[in-house]
């Protein structure tokens, strides 16, 4: 951001969704909770951009809102790396008329910018909102809570909108967790994604939920380690939210990416409940995500099996009856799973999860153990790399001769160790990062080989179970497999040599 430019104004809101059967129930209650009477407003809102889209692909979004006489200009940026809560820059302006008054926005470091796009900016989407607003006093804050009821519309496609938006005025942000939490208890709702300025762009293009890349924390060796362990859990909640819609749109990264999400949820809350002395809640939050990377993991499996592992075991057999027949039969059982997925996702628990997790990070109380708020990242780290390297050293020892279950075991204490590895990797010389990390990561991929062969066969021999008629092909496929599993065995020796000899980083 340029420093001739003020920071702007934050807005910290979250989005939560509901049934059309629970509206008349959170009105109530909202009406019950509020300080002072609710205000209604018809809001129709005008977003603004290039054909080709220019500020979206900026990370902005510029609108005028109609309310009455009422003209409001209003500029925002992205969301912002952080909370769950959404954090984002925020600018606005009564205006006159009804487009964009350019004068206003060279106050912003974005101005010069959306002054040389002006003579291209044109209507993309309406949204037609009925609001009604509430102010809710409630632990020590302020939040204004907006029901929102319409559509959002970019030429004849319209995408309802039904959401209630929380958004803190004042006070901590804990509160606006805990008040979340406090109305999800009294009806079902949802964290939602999707801006209305999202909606607007997805009508317009016609896109598709995408699975998200989940963005590395920012870590320093100066942070304390309650810094660290609150910057490391927000961006995975980040992630496991963001790819919740692509993931429900049954798109295999999406699935993909919650489930790394949650092993790094885990990973880092294993760490806290090292140094943590109430484990209960930690405990409480582990079963929760054990038990959604669960439901998560089924539907990886049935994914790895059907777009990966069969299209390779029989590569000229395409129109083959029993190929077929065999594919088809674990296509159902993948689009089970996605079922389930969908079921699990739109229900509340999920959102449950994570609105508790953001607001035991974000309660004063938390202190990532005894000194956390004092002792610096950089001084603890050489410490939990050695226990995790140690923990890796021990499970993989004679590693050709293990058991599928301890190379499983094996392999997600190495995951733990490359993730921690990665979080830490800018406090240490890049050089000597670099170095470690290909080993591990190339164990890693070997171990992932050895595991899908014998998940493989698990899923394939179950299928022979309903489907007796394929015990020919299934039988031709164990066999494929089982080459294939005796290849991946011989390649986990060098890989684990290499490792195993690799300078640590951490005591370079």
């Known amino acids: 951001m340029s420093e001739n430019h003020p920071l702007p104004p934050q807005e910290i809101e979250l989005k939560l969704l509901f049934e059309p059967e629970a509206q008349t129930v959170i009105s109530h209650h909202l009406a019950a909770m509020a300080l002072g009477r609710s205000q209604k407003k018809r809001l129709i809102t005008t977003y603004y951009d290039t054909p080709d889209l220019q500020l979206k692909q900026a990370g902005l979004s510029l609108r005028v ?108 942000v ?103 002395v109430d484990r209960s809640a930690l405990r409480l939050f582990q079963a929760e995500l054990q038990r959604i990377g669960r439901e998560l993991g089924e539907a990886r499996d049935w994914d790895v099996l059907c777009l990966e592992t069969l299209p390779v075991a029989f590569p000229t057999h395409e129109h083959d009856d029993q190929v077929r027949m065999l594919a088809d039969a674990a296509e159902l059982k993948r689009t089970a799973a996605y079922q389930q997925i969908r079921h699990e996702l739109q229900a509340p628990a999920l959102s449950a999860l994570v609105l508790s997790l953001s607001l035991w990070i974000e309660d004063a ?22 226990k995790l390297q140690r923990r890796v050293m021990r499970r993989g020892r004679r590693i050709s001769h293990l058991s599928p279950k301890k190379r499983h075991a094996l392999r997600k204490s190495l995951k733990k160790l490359r993730y921690v590895a990665s979080y830490l990797e800018a406090l240490y010389p890049a050089r000597a990062v670099r170095a470690y990390m290909k080993h591990c990561k190339e164990l890693l991929q070997q171990l992932g080989k050895n595991n899908d062969t014998v998940v493989a066969s698990t899923l394939v021999l179950d299928l022979r179970e309903t489907h007796p008629d394929l015990a020919p092909i299934i039988s031709a496929f164990i066999s494929w497999n089982e080459r294939q599993h005796r290849q991946a065995l011989r390649s986990l020796s060098p890989a684990w040599k290499r490792l195993r000899r690799a300078p640590l980083f951490w005591h370079q």
Request: glycine share 10%.
């Open 65 to 172: 809102r109609r309310s009455g006489s009422l003209r409001i200009q209003t500029l925002k940026t992205d969301r912002e790396d952080g909370q769950l809560a959404i954090h984002r820059g925020e600018w606005e302006w009564r205006i006159r008329h009804d487009h964009p008054d350019m004068d206003v926005l060279s106050d912003t470091p974005y101005g010069a910018l959306i002054t040389a796009l002006a003579t291209r900016l044109t209507p993309v989407w309406v949204s037609h909102i009925d609001r009604t607003t509430h102010t809710l006093p409630y632990n020590g804050a302020m939040v204004e809570a907006a029901l929102d009821e319409g559509h959002v519309q970019s030429g004849n496609a319209r995408d309802p909108v039904r959401e209630l938006e929380l958004e803190l005025k004042d006070g901590p």
């Open 174 to 276: 804990r509160a606006i967790y805990a008040l979340a939490l406090a109305l999800q208890a009294v009806v079902p709702l949802r964290l939602g994604v999707l801006t209305k300025a999202g909606r607007g762009y997805r009508l317009l293009t016609g896109a598709q939920a995408l699975p998200v890349q989940g963005r590395k924390p920012p870590l320093t060796g100066k942070m304390t380690l309650a810094e660290s362990f609150r910057t490391l859990i927000r961006s995975s909640l980040n992630a496991l939210i963001d790819n919740q819609p692509a993931a429900e749109a049954g798109h295999p990264e999406g699935v993909h990416q919650m489930r790394v999400a949650i092993r790094q949820l885990r990973t880092v809350l294993q760490i806290v409940e090292s140094r943590h």
């Open 365 to 386: 109380s938390f202190t990532g153990g005894k000194g956390g708020e004092e002792i610096s990242l950089g001084h603890v780290a050489p410490t939990v790399l050695d």
